[in-house]
């Protein structure tokens, strides 16, 4: 890779940090703020692909990471087909693993809601 192409994809990380910092940050999710059990069906699904998008971007930063670093890389898929499988393959799990940390979110906020109700 040339180093201008290299420079180019440091700063293209680092736009897409920004980028990911925002999405990723709850105080800006839609129903920011209200209890999970107040939100209507529309709040809940938007919050949910908000969300998503952040692992995306999040999944696009190690991508464009990991070519900025060849050297350190896994070797590269041949062709594009095979490209495109990785890629669907690493946003998949990024998916699993949002999916799996917003269900434990919600249990605990579940809990933390029955302990100040006094509810069991």
């Known amino acids: 890779m040339r180093p201008d192409q290299l420079v180019r994809l440091k700063d293209l990380s680092e736009k897409l940090v920004e980028v990911f910092l925002g999405e990723a940050d ?3 999710w839609p129903g920011a703020g209200q209890d999970h059990a107040d939100m209507d069906q529309q709040t809940r699904g938007d919050r949910y692909w908000v969300k998503k998008n952040a692992v995306a971007t999040a999944a696009l930063i190690r991508n464009v990471e990991a070519m900025s670093q060849p ?3 896994p070797a590269a898929p041949n ?4 490209r495109e499988a990785d890629l669907d393959r690493q946003v998949a799990d990024a998916e699993k693993e949002a999916e799996r940390v917003l269900k434990e979110a919600q249990r605990l906020t579940k809990g933390a809601g029955k302990r100040a109700t006094g509810k069991a």
């Open 71 to 73: 050297s350190n890389a």
């Open 26 to 28: 709850p105080d800006f």
């Open 79 to 82: 062709d594009e087909a095979e």
